[in-house]
């Protein structure tokens, strides 16, 4: 079961983003532009200040029954955008000394919806009903410091 922290409005941009139950997580709804048969979705703008660096991105499809695994990533930050889709986020606090160690975060989305996997905290992404299509945006690309790995999603520590 997923609790959702409550939608928060911020005084800046007036866009809704979530109060987090794990330190350093951020969760906010794209917004988006149409005009003219046109459809942009705003990502990541530089202002965000979500990625101190930028090392790749990708597009991605998810088809729903894969098995899936968390990525603990040692000093990449991961930031996500479900363009369509449902799908599951998992987010699994394992760093040391961090305010939320040991907190697990689960959150259903089904709307286009950015996400931040902070590096030390296990990060997943499962479709739930059909494909579901994400960017992905890391500063680092993968498998570039021996840290990195993979664990279950269902690992508990």
């Known amino acids: ?3 959702q922290p409550p939608l928060l409005k911020s005084q800046e941009n007036n866009a809704l983003t ?14 988006m532009e149409e005009t003219d048969g046109l459809t942009k979705f ?3 703008r530089d202002e965000d ?17 894969r098995s899936e695994t968390l990525c603990l990533r040692d000093v ?9 889709g449902q799908v599951e986020f998992a987010w ?4 040391q000394g961090s305010p939320s160690q040991g907190h697990w975060h689960h959150l259903h989305a089904e709307t286009p ?24 945006l890391s500063t680092h690309a993968e498998g570039e410091h ?4 993979e664990i279950p999603w269902e690992f508990e520590a």
Not at 76 to 84: G, H, I, R, Y
Not at 120 to 130: K, T
Request: glycine content about 6%; aromatic content about 8%.
């Open 113 to 136: 919806t950015l996400v931040l996997a902070p590096f030390g905290v296990a990060f997943g992404c499962r479709a739930l009903e059909d494909s579901a299509f994400l960017i992905r």
């Open 146 to 149: 021996a840290g990195d790995r």
């Open 92 to 95: 699994h606090d394992l760093r």
């Open 49 to 65: 200040h979500l990625l101190r660096r930028f090392g790749q991105v990708q597009v991605i499809r998810k088809s729903p029954g």
């Open 76 to 84: 990449a930050d991961e930031v996500w955008a479900l363009l369509e």
């Open 1 to 3: 079961m997923s609790i």
């Open 42 to 44: 705003h990502v990541l």
């Open 18 to 31: 979530i109060k987090q139950p794990i330190h350093d997580l951020y969760i906010r709804e794209l917004t």
